[in-house]
């Protein structure tokens, strides 16, 4: 989450009296990429109020589904506040606004096994609730958008190598594997904590319905470290993870395709918001890191790696 969008104090107070909220202060959530986001103290306890920019009210909508029907199934997950008028957002000066109930919770960057274990079951649980028609198939930063990423000329070798590997990588994927909802960014700054204890999985505004291995290929980028070392902690969330839903051959077979291919979309969106789309000179080279990634896995033996994972 992030600030993008200054808001005055009395705009927050604004915003907040629609859904009911004497506001006692609030104050600017200044991490994530995306959005701005502002805390809020209030009578009525603490929310975090999302003001969407650049977002149709459609994609609102869709995200809106998604958190109800997490609600529906007790997903620990972010609960929206309706409106006092209903519904489930407002509009703001013409952008929409949501508020959530605010989570206790911590952000842990070094997860241990027993925590990635809760984590990769959580990922089962989600990919077990059904999706909702309203959502896209299609990732962000495929092939489709590649005009985006490509002859900007901006960083030429990163250009040239995800102009060849992410086609490729999108020819080899099995187009008969389980899809259903999925968080598509599961990183771990989208995971609280209480101690060791698993509260709530947040940010979904990237969901999609999509292949659900890329989901747990993605966990592996997002929670895993940067994997240059044992694939212990990998083993950890694919463990939890089975331990709800099993995976199929299939998807244990591309499992290291789709780390990959997770790394490298990942690549392309860093590259994107960092170099393209608000431009970050401290960020700039960001993108080579997941590339690394990308070619680390690809390095590896297909038998050793299912061996690792798996055996």
């Given at each position: 989450?992030?600030?993008?969008i200054?808001?005055?104090?009395?705009?927050?107070?604004?915003?907040?009296?629609?859904?009911?909220?004497?506001?006692?202060?609030?104050?600017?959530?200044?991490?994530?990429?995306?959005?701005?986001?502002?805390?809020?103290?209030?009578?009525?306890?603490?929310?975090?109020?999302?003001?969407?920019?650049?977002?149709?009210?459609?994609?609102i909508?869709?995200?809106?589904?998604?958190?109800?029907i997490?609600?529906?199934?007790?997903?620990?997950?972010?609960?929206?506040?309706?409106?006092i008028?209903?519904?489930?957002?407002?509009?703001?000066?013409?952008?929409?606004?949501?508020?959530?109930?605010?989570?206790?919770?911590?952000?842990?960057?070094?997860?241990?096994?027993a925590?990635?274990?809760?984590?990769?079951?959580?990922?089962?649980?989600l990919?077990?609730?059904?999706?909702?028609?309203?959502?896209?198939g299609?990732?962000?930063?495929?092939?489709?958008?590649?005009?985006?990423?490509?002859?900007?000329?901006?960083?030429?070798?990163?250009?040239?190598?995800?102009?060849?590997r992410?086609?490729?990588?999108?020819?080899?994927?099995?187009?008969?594997?389980?899809?259903?909802?999925?968080?598509?960014?599961?990183?771990?700054?989208?995971v609280?904590?209480?101690?060791?204890?698993?509260?709530?999985?947040?940010d979904?505004?990237?969901?999609?319905?999509h292949?659900?291995v890329?989901?747990?290929?993605?966990?592996?980028?997002?929670l895993?470290?940067?994997?240059?070392?044992?694939?212990?902690?990998?083993?950890?969330?694919?463990?939890?993870?089975?331990?709800?839903?099993t995976?199929?051959?299939?998807?244990?077979?591309?499992?290291?395709?789709?780390?990959?291919?997770?790394?490298?979309?990942?690549?392309?969106?860093?590259?994107?918001?960092?170099?393209?789309?608000?431009?970050?000179?401290?960020?700039?080279?960001?993108?080579?890191?997941?590339?690394k990634?990308?070619?680390?896995i690809?390095?590896?033996?297909?038998?050793?790696?299912?061996?690792?994972?798996?055996?």
């Amino acid at each position: 989450m992030a600030v993008y969008i200054q808001f005055q104090k009395n705009e927050i107070q604004e915003m907040a009296n629609a859904y009911g909220l004497t506001m006692l202060s609030f104050e600017p959530i200044e991490a994530g990429a995306s959005n701005s986001n502002y805390l809020l103290y209030t009578q009525q306890g603490r929310y975090i109020l999302t003001v969407f920019d650049g977002k149709s009210m459609k994609y609102i909508m869709g995200l809106a589904r998604v958190l109800l029907i997490l609600a529906d199934h007790k997903y620990p997950a972010t609960r929206l506040l309706p409106p006092i008028k209903g519904g489930t957002n407002t509009v703001y000066d013409g952008k929409p606004v949501m508020i959530k109930a605010y989570i206790t919770g911590q952000v842990e960057q070094d997860l241990d096994m027993a925590m990635l274990r809760q984590i990769g079951a959580a990922m089962a649980r989600l990919h077990q609730v059904p999706a909702p028609d309203c959502l896209s198939g299609k990732l962000p930063y495929g092939v489709e958008p590649f005009p985006q990423v490509v002859d900007q000329s901006i960083d030429p070798d990163y250009e040239r190598w995800v102009a060849r590997r992410l086609p490729d990588l999108e020819q080899q994927i099995q187009q008969d594997l389980p899809r259903g909802l999925i968080h598509g960014d599961m990183f771990y700054d989208n995971v609280l904590f209480v101690g060791k204890q698993l509260k709530a999985i947040i940010d979904f505004e990237s969901a999609l319905y999509h292949y659900k291995v890329f989901d747990l290929a993605m966990g592996i980028i997002g929670l895993c470290g940067n994997l240059d070392g044992s694939f212990d902690k990998a083993r950890a969330l694919v463990k939890g993870y089975q331990q709800v839903r099993t995976l199929e051959e299939g998807e244990k077979d591309t499992l290291q395709l789709f780390i990959e291919y997770a790394a490298t979309t990942v690549s392309c969106w860093r590259f994107w918001k960092y170099c393209i789309d608000k431009c970050i000179a401290e960020k700039a080279n960001k993108h080579w890191q997941m590339v690394k990634v990308a070619e680390k896995i690809r390095s590896i033996p297909r038998t050793h790696f299912l061996e690792t994972m798996f055996g």
